[in-house]
């Protein structure tokens, strides 16, 4: 008899035995329909085995292995289960969550292919004039079909007339027409290799792609550090070029899904000929399981996805690409809480192929590697069109703000008006206010559910909790003391909006946030009018700060920015120049020097002078020596055990049970004392979290295997909890 082990989609660290007598080393990889219970469920063959430790009589069946679609490759296999491992989660969830939804369900997959006819010999030799005279609609098909060099769809066979199906069934039993099936992947597919050219390089350029090419076989990981508009992507396009041109494939990883159909389009216009699949979460379920076969039979050259499109199969994978590769969007926040960036370099060196990981403001982890020549360096120091963006500020001590904004950038905003160029007003806030309070008891409206304010929405004439999604109307009166005078505190994008329209009644304005995007296509109708410069003023969250070009575009204002200055995440300042550099780099990409406006109350502040230097090597290489001496990463390494119950007493107390349970076992972890969480109450739970850190990561690792086994055993049902790995936020 054989077995497989196979995982399912439940949450146990376990896989499941089942009887399989027609099973073939080639399964592996294989979805299956195993009984599951009363159920039946959807699997992946793991491993397969000559025994099982279970009875024979409790051994099940798998009722079909399904072979509509190739395998799991072996080296995805390996990283889903390196995850799984590495981030504690059971393997069953990590597989079964790395496939396409299609894939997720019990159907076969049917080829899907699009019916086409193509002319045969015999009708070629047909003589029209033969035909009788009211055979209108054969002559027409017949004449159609002729014409095509290969085979024409169906569906544009049956628009000749209402009866072309008929007719075209007659053909097919005179033998002038034949069926002609045609995979829409294929069919995608041209056979010669055509690239567009690219710009003529610069010398910058050159030598990181000349340093990358010379050591092109094996695993190297490369830091491409490029300030804005430095020609990173041009550097991405001229590697991948080199792996096209072998036949092989290559992965591109990007941050998050309003930055790929900018690089796709650009991509896309490079290579013509090759197929690019583009995956990512506004994507239906057959667009995602297409892409993926596309990828899996090596017939896509490019993948340029998002996060999850790390699992990916690549049989030809020869280079991956993570571009912006600080962006917190890689690293999952729930579930499994993986970084796609971390598996990336897991994986290549597992291919031996090399990696590029491209950012102007590296992640310190990063970084720090780039300096200890774990990874190697690649430095673009200037913007290859324009002058770096001027940096000033407008120290807002002593002034007298209007709904935030000061007299200096109201000015300079008219200035650009003036001149007939773009303005753009950055707050990474959206809504009216972030609160809504009582004049006469200070009253606050707060989320039920979250340790929150509401914040107000003039728009939808809504309060919104941002962490739950909970909405209310808004009062018209104080619900505590009755009082009718409801004060607005603080900013949001819509404030900011209806001030400016109020002081610029002529102006073009334009608000570009999550509010204002969520229709689809949106944000491309909108990027569409700012590039038409049908928009004088614009005004926007993160949506806004990455990587678009607007060439009208010359003045960037950051208001509200001080708040992330003093925060208890020891990466807010990372975080914060990143976030700057980026809105600053939307700034002057056309003819003119760009000019970015600070408001701040600490203009003297180390990061906002490194900002305008330009300097992140600076500002980095100061903020590690503060990590070296406060213990951070990247110099440990550090897990979080999170717990959610009605009661915070309750979290409190499991995770005391869980330090007790840690405390006995190793000296070379240090266990922090259980706190409650930074936002302790959302949606309705109370929420504490339990920091562990270690200078070796193998220490570490070794303590969570043992640790987290431990924590499963004990059966906890009142307390939600998960373990976080290299978590993002403490
Ligand atoms: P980054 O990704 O580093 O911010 P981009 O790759 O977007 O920068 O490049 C900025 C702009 O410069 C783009 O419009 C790009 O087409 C252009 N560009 C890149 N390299 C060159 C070059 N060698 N010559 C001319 N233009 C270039
Ligand atoms: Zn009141
Ligand atoms: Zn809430």
């Not at 009363?38 to 397969?48: C, F, P, Q, S, T």
């Not at 004439?461 to 104080?478: D, K, N, S, V, W």
Request: with cysteine.
């Amino acid at each position: 008899m054989k077995f497989v082990r196979i995982a399912l989609d439940v949450p146990l660290p376990i896989l499941f035995d089942y009887a399989a007598p027609a099973v073939h080393q080639e399964d592996i990889g294989r979805r299956v329909l195993v009984p599951f219970g009363k159920k039946i469920a959807v699997g992946v063959i793991i491993e397969l085995a000559e025994s099982s430790s279970l009875a024979t009589e409790r051994v099940r069946q798998v009722l079909t292995i399904l072979r509509d679609v190739p395998a799991l490759p072996s080296d995805v296999l390996s990283l889903l289960k390196f995850c799984s491992k590495y981030y504690h989660h059971p393997l069953g969830e990590v597989v079964l969550n790395a496939l396409p939804t299609r894939l997720r369900r019990r159907q076969e997959i049917k080829p899907v292919e699009k019916k086409a006819f193509r002319i045969t010999d015999a009708g070629h030799a047909t003589d029209m004039s033969t035909l009788p005279v009211r055979a209108k609609v054969k002559r027409e098909l017949l004449m159609l079909l002729r014409k095509a060099d290969s085979a024409v769809d169906e569906a544009i066979l049956h628009s000749v007339a209402p009866t072309a199906r008929s007719n075209l069934k007659a053909m097919l039993t005179l033998g002038w027409i034949e069926p002609f099936a045609r995979s829409p992947i294929l069919s995608s597919v041209a056979s010669e290799l055509s690239q567009a050219e690219g710009p003529v390089l610069t010398a910058e350029q050159n030598i990181a792609i000349d340093s990358v090419r010379s050591r092109q076989v094996g695993f190297t990981p490369w830091l491409l550090m490029g300030v804005t508009g430095s020609g990173k992507t041009e550097i991405y396009l001229q590697l991948i070029s080199d792996v096209l041109r072998r036949g092989r494939q290559a992965l591109v990883l990007v941050p998050e899904i309003n930055l790929t159909p900018q690089l796709e389009a650009v991509v896309r216009a490079r290579f013509p000929s090759t197929a690019v699949v583009s995956l990512h979460s506004g994507l239906n379920e057959s667009e995602r399981l297409r892409g993926w076969l596309a990828a899996q039979s090596g017939i896509a050259g490019i993948v340029l996805g998002t996060r999850l499109s790390i699992f990916t199969p690549l049989p030809k994978l020869d280079l991956i690409i993570v571009d912006e590769e600080h962006d917190p969007s890689f690293k999952q926040m729930d579930g499994l809480r993986y970084s796609a960036r971390d598996l990336a370099l897991v994986r290549a060196k597992a291919r031996a192929i090399p990696i590029i990981l491209g950012s102007a403001t590296p992640a310190l982890e990063t970084f720090q590697n780039a300096m200890t020549s774990s990874y190697r360096l690649l430095t673009l120091t200037r913007p290859v069109n324009a002058m770096p963006a001027e940096i000033g500020y407008i120290d807002t001590r002593n002034l007298t703000l209007i709904d935030g904004m000061s007299q200096d950038l109201l000015k300079a905003i008219e200035a650009t008006m003036q001149r007939g160029e773009q303005s753009l007003v950055f707050i990474n806030r959206r809504g009216y206010a972030p609160v809504l309070m009582c004049r006469s008891c200070n009253w606050t409206a707060d989320c039920a559910r979250c340790s929150a304010k509401l914040v107000l929405h003039a728009t939808a004439r809504r309060l919104q909790c941002h962490h739950c999604g909970h909405q209310e109307t808004i009062p018209a009166a104080c619900p505590a003391c009755g009082n009718h005078d409801l004060l607005p505190l603080g900013q949001g994008t819509q404030r900011i909006e209806e001030a400016l329209a109020r002081t610029f009644p002529a102006a073009r304005i334009l608000r570009v946030d999550r509010d204002s995007t969520r229709r689809k296509h949106a944000w491309q109708d909108m990027r569409r009018q700012i590039q038409a410069e049908e928009v004088d003023i614009l005004i926007g969250t993160q949506i806004l700060a990455k990587g678009h070009d607007f060439p009208q575009l010359n003045l960037v204002g950051i208001i509200n920015s001080d708040s992330s200055l003093y925060s208890t995440d020891f990466r807010a300042g990372e975080r914060l120049f990143a976030r700057l550099t980026q809105v600053s780099g939307r700034a002057g990409r056309g003819a003119t020097r760009g000019r970015v406006l600070i408001q701040t109350e600490f203009p003297q502040h180390p990061l906002y002078q490194a900002l305008s230097r330009h300097d992140y090597p600076a500002y980095a290489q100061e903020l590690l020596a503060e990590r070296k001496q406060a213990g951070f990463p990247p110099f440990v390494h550090q897990a979080v055990l999170r717990a959610e119950a009605p009661q915070l007493a309750v979290a409190l107390g499991f995770l005391e049970r869980a330090a007790g349970m840690a405390g006995a076992q190793n000296a070379a972890v240090t266990i922090y004392d259980p706190v409650a969480a930074g936002l302790v109450r959302m949606a309705g739970l109370e929420r504490a979290q339990l920091t562990l850190q270690a200078h070796s990561r193998t220490t570490l690792q070794k303590f969570l295997h043992s640790w987290h086994a431990e924590l499963c055993a004990l059966g906890e049902r009142k307390v939600r909890w998960a373990l976080d790995v290299d978590p993002l936020e403490v």
